[in-house]
């Protein structure tokens, strides 16, 4: 799978296992980090989104927090 973008910021526990979780499970992701890039902070906004991470692939449903049973489904 691929085009997942991973919404994440500094200091975020949450954060920082969803993307221990992609990088054990050899998922690639890009990941956007809202506390360097703040211009993301009001398009996350925009689409309703009121923490992070938020990790949106394509067009499935974006998945909010650490959820290790929604990211098992971006695992091949």
Do not use: W
Request: net charge negative; proline share 5%; glycine share 6%.
């Amino acid at each position: 799978m691929d085009n997942i973008v991973v919404y994440s910021k500094n200091n975020c526990m949450q954060c920082k296992m969803t993307k221990r979780y992609l990088s054990e499970h050899n998922v690639n992701f890009q990941e956007i980090n809202v506390s360097n890039e703040p211009e993301y902070i009001d398009y996350l906004k925009g689409l309703g989104y009121q923490s992070v991470p938020v990790v949106m692939q394509n067009d499935n449903n974006p998945i909010v927090g650490f959820r290790p049973d929604a990211l098992k489904g971006l695992v091949d």
